[in-house]
Nanobody, 124 residues
């Protein structure tokens, strides 16, 4: 299984970016899909997730109303639309896939497969 994240870049505060994550040898509809991020010197943190049997998204509080997670099962692609970006959103963003129960949806422990990460840098 391979997850490939892309779409990162250098933007200014207030700008938008859309991240994509494509998967090979993995049936999207069978997995919970998520985005995490990791800033320099910080632990990896949950950003957003979609569970396999439930279309309701989950978000960390700081991105609610600004980020939107979505997926296209037919294309095996996960997206993260990021609007009104802030300098504190600067991080490497990782996509992840797993099959854990609901209580693990926001935990790195709930995901077995990880992409290589894409860097998002937001300047002030």
């Amino acid at each position: 299984v391979q997850l490939q994240a892309s779409g990162g870049g250098l933007v200014q505060a207030g700008d938008s970016l859309r991240l994509s994550c494509t998967a090979s040898e993995l049936t999207f509809s069978n997995y919970n899909m998520a985005w995490f991020r990791q800033a320099p010197g910080e632990e990896r943190e949950f950003v957003a997730a979609l569970r396999r049997h439930n279309s309701n998204p989950y978000y960390r509080d700081s991105v609610k109303g600004r980020f939107t997670i979505s997926k296209d099962n037919a294309r095996n692609t996960l997206y993260l639309e990021m609007n009104s970006l802030r300098p504190e959103d600067t991080a490497v963003y990782y996509c992840a896939a797993g099959q854990a129960v609901l209580s693990y949806v926001r935990s790195t422990a709930g995901y077995k497969f990880w992409g290589q990460g894409t860097l998002v840098t937001v300047s002030s």
